[in-house]
């Protein structure tokens, strides 16, 4: 093993990140260390390298939640994964296990939760340390390349989806087709929901037709009235929503194409607010559902749909040197589905 690997490095908010030659990290007791093969790139890592959001991370620090790859080393105590296994980091990079959240089933929503690529060193490394209890196990039946997406967009929104209780035969809207609803138009479809989309670009509308959506609408050629005709078009609306857009015109599309009893989940997140209105929210019995990432439990259902078969990620594979590229093509709405950065060992 070299003594030294290269990383993405946010070294100050709103600047290129740079490539550096860093000291490969040790994993402490808990921990493991993975030779990082294949990282994915998700809008939350050009937000933690931009500091958009009110808690933030702290520079210099290495992005990255959607990292695939080798176990190299095994910290003390670690009997969850050996040397030679296959596994990945995720956004959930580790939980207390102990408060009121943890307790029940939801530990992504613990006060004491620690998060990769934000407030711990992530996946745009060569090699990275992860929590052995918290990092998701990958088969070796799959494509390493491929399953990196499932690691953040896939475990998302299908979470996503079992938040919004649509059941098998029933309709769910998702609203934007892009790295994350693209995936979720499949998991949906593997889950026997009824899908219509919408997105403000016929080329994302022609991919969710691809991935087995029924409907598909654009927000901006058919933009007036538009919940009225997807409701027309569902036979009194649809029964969920799962909003991935970030554009903060799709909330209250998406709220007002329900139909009564209604959920609509939201994992996107756009920086404006969103109007409600409560006269309806109240009188046709609706819910309006934050949804963060998943759980292991759900994390390991998502890469088992992912390992069937099930979900084949639209991607591209680009060298980690294009890092800053890569966002500034996110930047520009240019990227269809995801990119898959080579870490380039």
């Not at 970030?246 to 607010?273: W, Y």
């Not at 996110?330 to 269809?336: H, S, T, V």
């Amino acid at each position: 093993m070299t003594e030294t690997m290269k990383a993405a490095v946010v070294t100050q908010f709103q600047a290129p990140l740079e490539i550096q030659d860093l000291p490969i990290p040790t994993p402490g007791p808990g921990e493991v260390l993975i030779k990082t093969l294949y990282s994915g790139v998700c809008h939350t890592d050009l937000h933690a390298a931009h500091g958009d959001w009110p808690v933030k991370p702290t520079p210099p620090f290495i992005p990255g939640h959607e990292g695939a790859g080798e176990v190299v080393a095994v910290g003390e105590g670690v009997t969850e994964l050996q040397v030679g296994d296959w596994a990945g980091n995720a956004w959930l990079w580790s939980a207390c296990g102990h408060c009121e959240w943890c307790q029940t089933g939801r530990e992504t929503l613990c006060p004491n939760a620690q998060y990769g690529g934000y407030t711990k060193d992530g996946s745009f490394g060569q090699y990275m340390v992860v929590d052995a209890k918290f990092a998701p196990r990958i088969p070796k039946t799959v494509d390493l390349a491929a399953v990196a997406p499932i690691l953040c967009a896939g475990v998302t929104v299908y979470k996503g989806l079992k938040e919004s209780e649509v059941k098998p035969g029933e309709w769910v809207l998702i609203s934007g087709v892009g790295g994350l609803g693209h995936i979720a138009v499949q998991y949906a479809v593997a889950m026997g929901m009824r899908v219509a989309t919408v997105d403000v670009d016929d080329a994302k509308s022609e991919l969710a037709r691809k991935h087995g959506a029924e409907l598909t609408f654009n927000a901006i050629t058919e933009g007036d009235n538009l919940d009225a005709k997807i409701k027309e078009a569902t036979g009194g609306g649809v029964h969920g929503g799962l909003v991935t857009a970030v554009n903060g015109k799709a909330f209250p599309l998406a709220v007002g194409a329900l139909r009564s009893g209604g959920t609509v989940s939201l994992v996107g997140l756009p920086p404006e607010a969103f109007p409600l209105d409560i006269f309806s929210t109240v009188l046709f019995g609706l819910t309006i559902r934050g949804s963060l990432v998943g759980t292991r439990k759900d994390m390991e259902e998502a890469i088992d749909f992912f390992a069937r078969g099930l979900i084949k990620p639209t991607y591209k594979v680009q060298p980690l040197a294009e890092v800053n590229e890569i966002f500034d093509d996110m930047i520009a709405a240019k990227i269809d589905g995801r990119i898959v950065m080579d870490m380039g060992h």
